[in-house]
């Protein structure tokens, strides 16, 4: 058994695939019409691109407990999920210069460091390097 796809939730999947690609640097895998105006897209690792896909959920827009579990983790200021980078200091420094908006600014804790940004569709990501 192994993972293949994880998903998180978008409020806007056309905004979201212009943040996780053009400004985190991921990769489509698939983008594939739905219908009602959703589409299936998936994203990949530019350094991993058989790995795991991430999908873009519309779900926030259909699914009202998805909606309000995402906007609780949103109001606690509660990454929703993690990607590992090789040094969070530098990835902070190229996302700023992208205008991405950062709630934690690189930090220690422990064996990591990490940073937490906001994804502008919904949900904070949080960034670790082990150190």
């Known amino acids: ?11 806007d999947q056309e905004k979201a ?3 996780y690609t053009k400004k985190l640097g991921f990769l489509v895998k698939k ?11 998936t994203l990949v690792s530019k350094d991993w691109q058989d790995g795991p896909e991430l999908l ?3 779900a926030p827009l259909h699914f009202e407990p998805c909606k309000v579990y995402q906007d609780a ?3 606690a200021g509660y990454p929703y999920t993690q990607f590992d980078v090789d ?4 990835e902070y ?6 205008d991405v908006e950062f709630i934690v600014k690189p930090k ?19 960034l670790v390097e082990t150190l």
């Not at 293949?4 to 978008?10: C, E, F, K, N, R």
């Not at 804790?109 to 949080?126: E, F, R, S, W």
């Open 108 to 126: 220690v804790a422990g064996t990591v460091k990490y940073a937490i940004l906001n994804d502008t569709c919904g949900n904070y990501i949080q």
């Open 73 to 75: 983790l949103f109001m």
């Open 17 to 19: 695939l212009q943040f």
């Open 31 to 41: 983008d594939e019409p739905l219908g009602g105006g959703n589409r299936w897209i």
């Open 93 to 98: 420094e190229r996302l700023i210069a992208l």
């Open 1 to 11: 058994m192994k993972i293949t796809l994880i998903s998180i939730p978008v409020k």
């Open 87 to 90: 040094h969070v200091d530098a």
């Open 56 to 58: 873009l959920e519309p």
